[in-house]
């Protein structure tokens, strides 16, 4: 099975502060993603991407940057964190555009 | 409007019973899908994907795709309480390359014992 993990799996932050999320996967894959979930939106796309070093914008990047300096690794970093950042965000790795992606057990934000 | 409906949006069934579960793209782009679960508490994970007409079946469970009118459904037979979860819909593009999934908001599954 896949293994994606992230850390911290929870954490409270201020507003204005910086917070960032960790990805780590172990699949080998090239494609690598963030999401945010929140009741009555499902899972969002914030930001991906399909090669170390390279960061593509998702469906809501405002307010978000992402990192991937290697193949394993993606994160996601909120410069000014606000109220409106909480939620739980999901890292997802897959081996192709098209194939199965794998999720981490999700990161608990509370921006207080 | 969200481009992946999903319905119901809750639904209970009783052990060993048949949970059907509906999904309607709105966006003739997105038309190949994915059923993923997600328990309390864990992330999402995939169940299975369909791109072509018809049904496509894996255990317990079938997908079956109607790619004129952008409809999935999935079917459980012999629902077991593990099955409890929230299920989404999910769909991507046919054209391009980014992988992007649009999950619709799901639907909370309960099999009663």
């Known amino acids: 099975e896949a293994a994606v993990t992230q850390s911290p799996r929870s954490k409270v932050a201020v507003t204005g502060g910086k917070v960032t999320l960790s990805c780590h996967q172990t699949n080998n894959h090239d494609y690598m993603y963030w999401y945010r979930q929140d009741t009555g939106h499902g899972l969002r796309l914030i930001h991906y991407s399909y090669v170390a070093d390279s960061t593509e914008k998702g469906d809501i990047p405002d307010g978000y940057k992402a990192s991937r300096p290697s193949q394993e690794n993606f994160s996601l970093i909120l410069e000014l964190a606000s109220l409106s950042q909480t939620a739980v965000y999901f890292c997802a790795s897959s081996g192709g555009y098209q194939d199965t992606q794998y999720f981490g057990p999700g990161t608990r934000l509370l921006v207080l | 409007q969200q481009k992946v409906q999903q319905s119901p949006e809750s639904l209970s069934v009783p052990e060993g019973g048949m949970a059907s579960l509906n999904c309607t793209s709105s966006d003739r782009n997105f038309q190949y899908f994915w059923w993923y679960r997600q328990h309390s508490g864990e992330g999402p994970k995939a169940l299975m994907?369909?791109?072509?007409?018809g049904d496509k079946k894996e255990g317990r469970f079938t997908a079956h795709l109607n790619k004129a009118s952008l409809h999935v459904s999935l079917h459980i037979r012999d629902s077991q309480p593990s099955d409890s979860a929230l299920y989404f819909c999910a769909a991507t593009s046919i054209t391009g390359n980014t992988g992007k999934l649009i999950f619709g908001l799901g639907t909370t599954l309960q099999v009663q014992p």
């Open positions: 994907s369909i791109f072509s007409d």
